[in-house]
Structure formats: structure tokens, C-alpha cells
């Protein structure tokens, strides 16, 4: 916080390209204690946005948004925005623990996805995770732990990906990934390795303060191999890759073949 105001940090060379103010992005803590302020400032926010995304190339937001990039979640948002054009509905598309999308979002993206896969020619996959044993830890420590441990899990999801990914809670102690415009295999196969180490680092708990849990998970990845596929059946092919990563001893990555 700097003063009374928030600023949220953009990108100088892509927002004076498409003309963004970055004056827009300072929110103030008045707006916290002013319901109608508030409504009017975001309303004029989400359109400034809104039009950003339109004029914006989308090229020039693949490249800005590199692989290995640190995003913040304002720039996540916008790219979002200029894939998808959806609109700011937060609350009811992301799921509560994680704050990854919900399932019913996520498929609606996927299948947008997928057709822009099979016309641009570029490479998907699509990553089902399952984490090893958690049923164990809900059932020493009770759920309310387990909702805690989920809860990380999610934050380091969405730390891992990519800004162009997207990631959901599938449910339970699932998560289902999709990897966009990836160049090769062992693209895919860095990325899963990279989530795996991430998920694998020990658990500071709050409700814990002297317990530190470590847990892993087991990835299977089905990738967009040309065929016309529903989101379904690959995220079945990712599924079924997964258990054959369980059989092969669990906190490793599966191809489905």
C-alpha cells in the first residue's frame, strides 16, 4: 500500500501501446467504507479493461505473458479477458477453497479452447491431477485440515501454470489443467514435473502451527492430437492416464497412448 492507495502494476511498454492508463489501476481504501463509489469506480474499471482487451493484440499478449513470467493476478485477469471476453463474474466461476475455476467454467473454457486448437494448429494438453493418500490426512486430521491443505494446493496451482493456462478444482482432491500453445511434449512433461515439485514442498499449516504435512500427487497428461475430441473424452484420457501413474508407484507424470 502506498499512502491511500493501492497500486497494481502493469506492463509500461504494452500499456501505452494500447493506450491503458495505468492512473486507472489505483484503487483507493476510501471505496472499501462507500458501497456506491465503489460499484461506480469498478464499473468504469471493467469497461477501461474491457476496451483494452479489444484493442490489444493478442499476439503481443502471448509474447509479454512468457513462459516463467511472474503475473500478477490483474494481468492474469486481462489476458483472460482477451482470450475468453468473458465478463468479471469472479464469485460464481471460481471455486471457494482454491479460487481455481469451477468445473462448469472450466469446461465452457476448455471448449473454447479446443476449437481454437483445431483451427490455429496449435498443441493442448490437458493435465489430471490427483494427489497421493489425501484421504489419510482428512481422516487424522479432519476435514476442516484437509479444506486447509486444498486451499494451498490451489495457491500453488495457479503459481506454477502459466498466465495462458487455465487450472480448476474438478473436486475432492482433483484438479484438472490445460496447457496452451505448448511447442512440444517435453514442454508438457517440464510443466507437470514443475506442478509436482510445487505440490511436494512441505505444509505450514495455520490451524497447525507446529505440523508440517508433505503429501504428493500424481499427474496424467492426454494431449490434443489432432482428432476432434470432446472436452470429455480427453480429460477421460487424462483420467485414465493418471491411474496408470498411481500403478507406476504415484508422484510421477503418465501419458495416455
Do not use: P
Amino acid at each position: 500500500m502506498e499512502g491511500d492507495y493501492k497500486k497494481v502494476g502493469v506492463d509500461n511498454a504494452l500499456t501505452q501501446k494500447e493506450g491503458l492508463n495505468e492512473n486507472t489501476l489505483n484503487v483507493s481504501r476510501d471505496y472499501a467504507n462507500d458501497s456506491i463509489q465503489a460499484a461506480e469506480y469498478f464499473s468504469n474499471l471493467v469497461a477501461s479493461l474491457q476496451q483494452f482487451v479489444q484493442a490489444a493484440n493478442q499476439n503481443d499478449l502471448l509474447k509479454y505473458f512468457h513462459e516463467g513470467s511472474n503475473t500478477t493476478a490483474v494481468q492474469r485477469r486481462i489476458l483472460d479477458l482477451m482470450i475468453y471476453g468473458e465478463e468479471f463474474g469472479v464469485e460464481t466461476r471460481h471455486d471457494h477453497l482454491t479460487g481455481l475455476l469451477d468445473r462448469t467454467s472450466f469446461l465452457e473454457k476448455l471448449k473454447f479452447t479446443l476449437s481454437k486448437t483445431l483451427q490455429k494448429d496449435h498443441l493442448t494438453a490437458i493435465i489430471f491431477l490427483d494427489l497421493d493418500d489425501f484421504k489419510a490426512i482428512n481422516d487424522q486430521y479432519g476435514h476442516s485440515t484437509g479444506d486447509e491443505v486444498i486451499s494451498i494446493i490451489g495457491r500453488r496451482i495457479s503459481a506454477s501454470i502459466r498466465a495462458q493456462d487455465l487450472a480448476c478444482r474438478w473436486g475432492g482432491d482433483e484438479f484438472v489443467l490445460v496447457l496452451q500453445a505448448i511447442t512440444s511434449k517435453d514442454l508438457v512433461s517440464q510443466l507437470a514435473n514443475r506442478l509436482l515439485a510445487a505440490i511436494s514442498q512441505a505444509l505450514q499449516l495455520e490451524s497447525h502451527e507446529s505440523l508440517q504435512l508433505t503429501l504428493s500427487a500424481s499427474a496424467g497428461i492426454a494431449i490434443l492430437d489432432g482428432m476432434n475430441l470432446n472436452s470429455i473424452d480427453l480429460i477421460e484420457r487424462a483420467d485414465k492416464a493418471m491411474y496408470l501413474a498411481k500403478k507406476a508407484g504415484k508422484n510421477c507424470v503418465e501419458f495416455y497412448s
